[in-house]
């Protein structure tokens, strides 16, 4: 394609910006052929002329659609350029907050400088066992694919980690670790990671220093070896360090600080321990001072120390070690410190012997003191005649100081770094390894020295590593897909390298300057520009005599050549180190001692088989051979060594790039970030791949993708690969820009884009003519609503003026009728009111002449009244005057005589006479007042009566006489003397009526007036009666309100609590049961383990879920709380080993005691249970004694017994009679006494209890006189029988048929036929029952009938709503069922037919023998007598007994019985009989020995069959079958001794006949607490196997799965999706669900209990929500629109098929809502706040972190969806911000909720169990 079909309007390209590096820009017109510029306009609409005249200007880079940007791998880009990979990377990390990202085969790692919640253990299971291209980028991706290369391919693997200071290499190279240490096995406590964790605190700070561009930057590079066992187990580490940065020690820059140790022991010098030190504050040091601030912002030094001195003690180093390494660095800083005396101007040196800081120095490092202040000065000088000893100038004792400090510190770190080494060595034999190398990068500052030369060296040949390696990865791709390539033209850094390390390059001419006596860094500077001036990678500055340029692969460097030759020499005197030889100290005196036998600290990787691995640092050598080698040189070495181990392993890439310098999180830097781009080798990959073809697609993918470019002629055919070649050949002329490999199409940079852009044509042609479409038919539509509106609106309003015209018509007639009847009305109501008022002046006035005649007769008659009233008061004035004179003078004169009468009768009363008189008078005047009192109320009776109707006749005349006036006044209108004569009389009659009803009117007042103020208390009263109620039941309600409101709540809450607390002892519980399982699991692996060991080794990885089940338990123990599992306990213990038992000795030892203690539980009931079968014995030996006894003393017996039980009877009864009239004398005499009360309750117990013993008696005596009769007619009928053979003749008669009977023979007689007729009764009151009881039966078995009925009856409603063909399956296997049950009721009477033929022969076979003997024992009897005795022959008939339900074997049957019935029983062989028959027979066992008390019998059945059960599952761990069947019989078996134990909690359900199947001797609570354990360990298996199984198939079922088929579109992938294995097998839904149906058919043919299944559906379903819900939180190529859909279909099959299992109540439906809510979130619209507002309040299972990342992750598929913008996700983080969600963004897959086993009885009854033949279990005897 030509530029000017590339660059046309509205193209995006990237032009070159100095603020931003590139900035974006549109074409506004076309470019042709010739122009001198283009003409763009920029984001901020801004125009811009691009010039292309210029030298050297090109046209600018092409921009990407915007359908590629945001790839998780950049080689997936079309344009592949700079700007293109800057711009992919700065919106994933801005816009999307993903800060890894693919660049081929290089992770591109961002800092965020802030803590992300991407690390966690969930993290790593899901990345573990995954493709590295199938998840987004991570460091643990990274980590995965080299653990699985190294157990796939054999091979050695490394992890290089490179950035500058302040990436974050540490901290992604500890991450990396911790996925090794997790995956392989050892995520213990006592794993390597801890250890090597521990060493970083120690690393950090004798080897991290604070920079101008980070706070913690590690000052050396390190190669961690993680070694691995053969079974891919971590086993060991071992590490080496390149280059540490000794100048620090004594020379810190501006704003700088030396290493972080030297400050934490000066914040730490006041402690006691280190008084000794003589150390003060940092700023008093001159080592420690010359940066300036001492102190980091958020750094507590002390404490950090005390972090060191800790992971000291954890690496195991002596305190005494520790307190020497503090002494040397202390010695260190007082060294720094020493004042140097110059003399003779500089010439001569020296330092006085009282300087406190040398005194110091020699009393800590153990050194004398005159020697080290001697030999700081002076040195020796050694030719081959003699030898001098020479004093140094000023500016040789400063260096020679800083080197001998530098020196001891370099020697310091070099020991802690064994030590380190020896704490993570191992002695096991190491298979492989893998290596992370945590490394400086490529380095540049304002005033590069001597570090940085070997820094960026060091990057040289990391560089040329790694263009080699991905040149040859390159390479087989093309050649694995056939594909013809040329050379491909990159870049090669080797003059570079060898500039720097060729023969007289700049370190061999280094070295050659460091052995001139007097050589100079000018000299040796001038000696580069000779040698190297013609050189491309060389240069010389302008301005410059002293530095020189090199041209490295990312930038060129300019080096200061001043201090060259002082670092490269490292010179430190023989003297000072011979002084430190002698040393004190043992300690200090090795650091500089030759280790001639020490081994390496590679040592390890020297067992590898493919390379030899020597040692970073190079022994140490004698003193004159050791300082004669150079810091160059060593370092050469070092990292050739370094280069060999690489180049033998399979290398891994990690560029950590830094964003920012301000150290800010999510702010991103163009410039900073494309200088470490640059520097770091990712632009080169871009480089090397665009030079290929850096497009890959898979011939599916691509007809997927662009098959809408395709014609309809092409589509018809059905080999896909040619119709991708025939489109291509078509779309693209050159044929040099694509290439058709075996299994892909690769692409030239640009193709892709363009074939986008095609796509996006042909979309948009075919938008526009949908739209056309679309709009036209809108439009019709549009007109046809328009013109059916017009037509309804005219109808309807012809319609309305009609009735308006008509309802005007209606109005006008109705008005005229208003105003007719109006005028009529107004006209009457105006005559009314004049007549009315005419009516009402007539009135008044007549009234008012009326009123005054009134008021004048009233006057008048007032006047008389008040003069009556007032002479009447008069007269009884004067009259009671009269009456109180008169009084006064009687009284007087009455009191004179009584006071004589008084004397009198007092003589007279003296007399008894007189008193007699006075009592008889008395009497009859008592009479006599109560004579008249009586008299008195009959006239009172009669005068009311009188008056009464005296009031009747008065009123009854007035009103005559009122008639008779108005007769009067109507007949007669008299004159007037007549008329005032009859006024008066009237007024005479008034008054008095007046008068009457006056006196009528008081009365009746005063009685109201009475009545009223009783009835208004009796109101008030009850009024306040009625509050009072109220109140009361106010209150009443209220404190029930109250009570039952708390009562309600505290029911609540305690129910709440308790379901809580159940919940978690359940999970608790079930976590130890799991810890037990996986103890036993660890046990087995352990146990394979050597076995593997003993036989050949091969490969086998581990599996990734692994580690995962080792790290479930923290403390693991050997726990059971059971008595039958302590010798297993003991038996694990020895196997295991006592390494692995010492943890559990403690509880081992509890376990004993318990035992113990148990014994001798058991000793004592087992000597009670002992005595009391020997007093039953001799109790037995005594009855069958008198058994013996002849049948003439049984008679005797039983006559005196009946005697005896007849008088005790007649006494008994006597003492009933006594105690009635004693209770009812009692009774009559103390009836309200409450002793006697409860003297006489107690007597009606007594008589109770005497009348229960008569009943008993009463029994006995009639049992005892029906034996008696029966052994009397025995023997009666026996004496007579012999007296009839003797006296039998054939002419025989009866000789007592004609004799007279007696009277006694009468009586006997009788009662020979009463106890007849008894007999007889019993006998008919036996069949009445017997009947009774057959018609129950018939009864149930109607019952039974009428059940299975309904039930058919509901399975034929359930089948008709069924599809015909579920109908015709569900036809089937009821068919089916009916015939097994027939089969098997077949069977059994088949069983019971030949059982019932074995005992009728055994039966037949006596009778015989019995025959034999009779016939031997007649042979005597005459012929004759023969007939007769046939003829009195009775058959005897035995009665067969009924099956009880128990099965009986005997004890050294049982191993059999294990073995048939647990051990070799698989599930096939019972799968046509009763479900859980197992259980069932060993339940009938345990009855059995429950039944003969035989507690050992039974302990011992249960202990074998748990432990049966125990080893069928080891034996089968990985069948889920076999798991499901023993699940549901120990679940059985567990609920069989629930249901007969006897408690009233479990028998609810029990039919009569199942309540006599119940244990009646022993209590197995213990037991079902065991069975319990198992069921739940078992529970648990069975789910691990099922996840096993479901695992693989959930990913690619649910999230992959194309069930609606064209609906997901498939983007362009990277190097890294195509380099992952093409062979992984893919499931779609539809098998995951026949597996589901599987799992479901499995557990119900077993008869597990649907509450049991339903509960493993929910874990299943929460596991399958888990992970594809983690997969789509980690994957950003599933998070699009279609996906979305596709999912949101797969999860409704999942709901279909459970609501068709009859699921949906297990709440296994529920687990999928946060899946179901993510794929609804990604369907949702993403624009608004509304929209954000209703994905807040409809993903409520989402935690805010997972709705974050799942925005961030969406993705496009096609250019026309739209992207979440950066302002939606911040407001969706706004309004989710009230949520307290935890901080973990994915979900815990192998949570597991805790399992219940609710109780479930069975309604088969024991006696109806059929025992198969094929169980072979012919020794078990039905009792």
Not at 597 to 609: E, S
Not at 1402 to 1409: A, N, S, W
Not at 1480 to 1506: E, F, G
Request: aromatic share 8%.
């Amino acid at each position: 394609m030509s530029a000017a079909q590339l660059y046309t309007k509205y193209t995006r390209v990237w032009i070159p910006d100095p603020d931003e590096v590139w900035r974006s820009a549109e074409i506004i017109k076309d470019y042709k052929e010739g122009d001198k510029s283009l003409q763009l306009k920029l984001e901020d609409e801004t125009l811009y002329e691009y010039p292309l005249d210029l030298p050297g200007s090109e046209l600018p880079f092409l921009r990407n659609p915007d359908i590629l940007v945001g790839q998780n791998d950049l080689t997936a880009l079309s344009y592949l350029h700079e700007p293109a990979v800057l711009h992919n990377l700065k919106v994933r990390f801005l816009e999307s907050n993903h800060i890894y990202t693919y660049c081929g085969i290089v992770l591109v790692a961002i800092n965020p400088y802030e803590q992300l919640p991407i690390y966690e253990q969930d993290v790593i299971y899901a990345y573990s066992g995954q493709n590295m291209g199938d998840m987004d980028p991570h460091i643990f991706a990274v980590a995965e694919e080299a653990y699985k290369q190294m157990a796939r391919d054999e091979k050695n693997q490394s992890i290089i980690v490179s950035g500058e200071s302040g990436a974050g290499k540490t901290v992604s190279a500890k991450y990396a670790m911790r996925f090794f240490a997790t995956v392989g096995g050892s995520a213990s406590e006592t794993n390597i990671e801890a250890k090597v964790l521990a060493s970083s605190p120690i690393m950090e700070a004798i080897g991290n220093a604070k920079t101008t561009r980070n706070d913690n930057s590690s000052r050396f590079g390190k190669y961690i070896q993680i070694g691995f066992d053969k079974r891919y187990h971590i086993i060991g580490a071992n590490m080496r360090t390149y280059l540490l940065e000794k100048s620090r020690v004594v020379f810190q820059a501006e704003d700088e600080r030396n290493y972080h140790i030297f400050y934490q022991l000066c914040a730490s010098s006041s402690l006691p321990e280190f008084k000794d030190l003589g150390l003060t504050c940092a700023e008093d040091f001159f080592y420690t001072s010359q940066g300036g601030d001492t102190s980091i912002d958020g750094v507590d030094d002390a404490v950090d120390f005390e972090k060191t001195r800790h992971a000291f003690t954890l690496l195991g180093v002596k305190e005494s070690h520790q307190m020497t390494i503090f002494r040397i660095i202390a010695a260190i800083l007082h060294l720094g410190n020493l004042k140097i005396q110059g003399e003779r101007d500089g010439e001569v040196c020296s330092v006085s012997s009282e300087d406190e800081h040398l005194s110091n120095f020699c009393s800590l490092l153990g050194v004398e003191h005159s020697q080290m202040q001697h030999w700081l000065c002076h040195r020796k000088l050694v030719t081959t005649a003699e030898t001098y000893v020479k004093s140094m100038s000023l500016h040789q004792v400063v260096n020679a100081r800083n080197a001998l400090a530098k020196h001891i510190y370099a020697q310091l770190f070099n020991w802690i770094v064994q030590h380190v080494n020896k704490a993570l060595h191992t002695t096991v034999k190491q298979h492989s390894f893998i290596g992370v190398l945590d490394i400086y990068g490529f380095e540049t500052f304002e005033v590069n020295s001597f570090e940085q030369f070997c820094i960026n060296y060091a990057n040289e040949k990391l560089q040329q590593q790694f263009n080699s390696h991905v040149f040859k990865l390159e390479q087989e791709e093309y050649m694995k897909e056939g594909i013809p390539w040329t050379l491909i033209d990159f870049y090669d850094n080797q003059p570079c390298i060898d500039l720097i390390e060729a023969k007289l390059g700049i370190l061999d001419l280094l070295d050659e300057e460091c052995k001139v006596p007097k050589g100079t860094d000018q000299n040796w500077a001038q000696k580069l520009y000779d040698r190297h001036a013609a050189s491309q990678h060389f240069q010389k500055p302008r301005m410059s005599n002293t530095s020189f340029i090199v041209l490295h692969f990312a930038d060129k460097v300019e080096y200061q050549s001043e201090g060259f030759l002082e670092k490269n020499r490292d010179t430190v005197y023989e003297e000072q180190i011979n002084i430190l030889k002698a040393s004190k100290y043992q300690m200090v005196a090795d650091l500089f001692q030759e280790d001639k036998d020490a081994v390496p600290a590679a040592a390890v990787a020297k067992r590898t088989p493919r390379i030899n691995v020597r040692s970073a640092k190079p022994a140490f050598k004698a003193a004159n051979k050791e300082h004669r080698k150079t810091v160059g040189h060593q370092f050469r070495n070092s990292l050739q060594l370094l280069m060999e181990t690489l180049n033998a392993t399979t290398p891994h890439y990690v560029r950590c790039i830094k964003p920012n310098d301000e150290k800010l999180p999510f702010k991103f830097d163009p410039k900073r970030a494309v200088q470490q781009l640059r520097a770091c080798g990712v632009l080169e990959t871009i480089r090397i791949s665009a030079a290929g073809f850096p497009s890959r697609w898979s011939y599916s993918d691509f007809f997927n993708r662009y098959r809408v470019l395709m014609n309809k002629r092409d589509l018809s055919k059905n080999d896909k690969k040619q119709i991708c070649q025939t489109l291509l050949e078509d779309l693209i002329k050159d044929p040099d820009k694509f290439q058709f490999g075996r299994t892909k199409i690769f692409f030239r940079a640009g193709q892709v884009a363009y074939l986008e852009k095609l796509r996006a044509d042909k979309f948009r042609a075919a938008t526009i003519m949908i739209q056309k479409t679309v709009r036209g038919w809108l439009q019709r539509a549009r007109y046809q609503r328009l013109r059916r509106a017009t037509l309804a609106l005219q109808r309807y309003a012809r319609g309305h003026l009609a009735r308006r015209l008509f309802q005007h018509l209606r109005r006008t007639r109705a008005a005229i009728i208003l105003q007719k009847q109006y005028r009529m009305l107004r006209m009457r109501r105006a005559f009314l009111r004049v007549r009315s008022a005419t009516l009402t002046i007539q009135a008044f006035a007549r009234g008012m002449f009326v009123r005054r005649i009134y008021h004048q007769m009233l006057t008048e008659h007032k006047a008389t009244i008040l003069q009556k009233y007032a002479r009447g008061w008069l007269a009884r004035a004067r009259f009671r005057r009269a009456q109180a004179a008169a009084v006064v003078l009687q009284c007087h004169w009455r009191r004179l005589r009584a006071r004589r009468q008084l004397q009198a009768l007092r003589i007279e009363a003296r007399s008894a006479q007189h008193l007699k008189k006075l009592n008889i008078g008395m009497e009859n005047k008592v009479v006599q007042l109560q004579r008249k009192v009586d008299e008195q109320n009959k006239e009172n009776k009669l005068l009311n009566e009188q008056l009464s109707m005296l009031t009747s006749a008065h009123s009854s005349e007035v009103e005559k006489l009122k008639k008779e006036l108005q007769q009067y006044q109507q007949s007669q209108q008299g004159d007037g003397k007549q008329l005032l004569s009859l006024q008066e009389e009237t007024e005479k009659l008034r008054m008095e009526l007046e008068r009457a009803h006056g006196e009528r009117e008081v009365l009746e007042d005063s009685h109201g007036k009475e009545r009223d103020l009783l009835s208004k208390r009796i109101s008030d009263l009850e009024e306040e009666n009625a509050l009072l109620k109220q109140e009361k039941e106010e209150l009443n309600n209220r404190i029930l309100c109250q009570s039952e409101d708390e009562f309600a709540r505290n029911t609540v809450e305690e129910n709440m609590q308790m379901k809580k607390e159940l919940e978690e002892e359940r999970s608790r519980y079930q976590n130890l049961v799991k810890e037990y399982a996986s103890l036993e699991q660890r046990y087995d692996n352990l146990r394979d383990e050597m076995t593997i060991f003993k036989q050949t080794p091969g490969h086998r990885r581990n599996p990734s879920n692994q580690s995962s089940l080792e790290s479930d338990s923290n403390n693991p123990s050997i726990c059971t709380s059971e008595i039958g599992d302590t010798e297993d306990v003991i038996q694990q213990v020895e196997e295991i080993g006592m390494e692995k038992a010492a943890m559990d000795m403690t509880l081992f030892l509890k376990l004993q005691k318990r035992v113990r203690e148990l014994e001798l539980e058991r000793k004592k009931l087992q000597a009670q249970l002992e005595k009391k079968e020997q007093d039953s014995k001799k109790s037995q030996v005594i009855e069958i004694k008198t058994e013996v006894t002849s049948e003439h003393e049984d008679f005797a017996y039983n006559s005196l017994k009946r005697q005896e039980l007849e008088s005790e009877n007649k006494k008994l009864k006597n003492e009933l009679n006594e105690l009635r009239k004693a209770i009812a004398d009692h009774a009559t005499q103390n009836n309200s006494s409450n002793d006697m009360q409860d003297g006489y309750n107690l007597l009606l117990n007594q008589l109770k209890s005497a009348n229960e013993e008569l009943e008993v008696r009463k029994e006995e005596v009639l049992i005892l006189r029906s034996q008696i009769m029966k052994a009397a007619q025995q023997k009666e009928t026996g004496k007579n029988m012999v007296k009839e053979r003797e006296s039998i003749s054939p002419n025989a008669s009866w000789p007592n048929s004609d004799r007279h009977v007696d009277q006694e023979d009468a009586i006997e007689a009788y009662q020979g036929m009463c106890e007849t007729n008894r007999l007889l009764e019993a006998q008919l009151q036996d069949q009445r029952r017997e009947h009774e009881e057959e018609m129950e039966a018939l009864k149930n078995q109607v019952d039974l009938m009428q059940e299975e009925l309904e039930k058919q009856q509901q399975a034929f409603l359930q089948t008709l709503q069924l599809s015909p063909e579920v109908q015709v399956e569900f036809g089937l296997q009821q068919e089916i069922t009916r015939l097994t049950n027939e089969n098997l009721d077949l069977k059994e009477l088949l069983e019971k037919s030949e059982k019932n033929e074995k005992k009728l022969k055994k039966q037949l076979k006596i009778y015989m023998k019995k025959v034999q003997d009779f016939e031997a024992s007649q042979t005597m009897v005459p012929v004759e007598r023969r007939p007769h005795e046939r003829n009195m022959q009775v058959a005897v008939q035995r009665k067969e007994k009924d099956f009880q339900g128990m099965l009986e074997y005997y004890k050294e049957d049982e191993p059999l019985l294990i073995r048939n019935l647990i051990t070799d029983l698989k599930p096939q062989a019972v799968s046509a009989t009763v479900p859980c028959l197992p259980a069932y027979i060993l339940y009938m066992c345990i009855r059995h020995a429950d039944y003969i008390n035989d507690d050992q019998k039974v302990h011992s059945l249960l202990t074998s069959t748990i432990n049966g059960v125990k080893k069928v599952l080891k034996k089968h761990q990985d069948d889920f079958e076999m798991t499901s069947f023993w699940l549901a019989n120990t679940c059985r078996l567990l609920h069989c001794l629930k249901q007969y134990s006897g408690e009233e909690g479990f028998m609810t359900q029990n039919t009569a006949k199942q309540n006599e199947h119940c244990l009646k001797n022993f209590d197995l609570t213990e037991y079902r607490q065991v069975l319990g354990h198992l069921s739940i360990q078992i529970y648990q298996q069975l789910i691990n196997i099922a996840e096993g199984i479901l695992q693989p198939m959930i990913v690619s079922a649910v999230l992959e799965n194309e069930s609606i088929q064209g609906l997901s579109s498939v983007k362009p992938v990277g190097y890294r999706k195509y380099a992952s294995n093409a062979g992984d097998s893919s499931y779609s839904l539809d098998e995951m669900i026949r597996q589901l149906n599987t799992f479901h058919s499995i557990m119900c043919d077993q008869g597990l209990d649907p509450e049991i299944i339903q509960q493993v559906f929910k874990q299943l379903f929460y596991m399958i929500n888990a992970i594809a819900l983690n997969n789509l939180l980690l994957r950003k190529d599933v998070c699009s629109w279609s996906t979305g859909m596709q999912l949101r279909f797969n999860i409704s099959q999942l709901e279909e098929w459970l609501r068709g299992k009859n699921l949906q109540q297990s709440g296994a439906a529920q687990t999928l809502e946060p899946l179901i809510q993510a794929a609804q979130l990604l369907q949702l619209k993403k624009k608004t706040s509304e929209d954000a507002e209703a994905i807040c309040s409809l993903c409520t299972s989402l935690t805010t972190q997972q709705i974050v990342k799942i925005l961030n992750l969406y993705t496009p598929v096609n250019e026309f969806e739209e992207r979440v913008t950066v302002a939606f996700i911040r407001n969706i983080q706004k309004q989710l911000q009230e949520r307290n969600d935890p901080p973990q963004l994915l979900l815990d897959f192998k949570h597991m909720f805790p399992v219940l086993f609710p109780f479930n009885p069975s309604a088969i009854t024991m006696d109806s169990i059929h025992l198969p033949a094929s169980l072979n279990l012919d020794f078990l005897n039905k009792v």
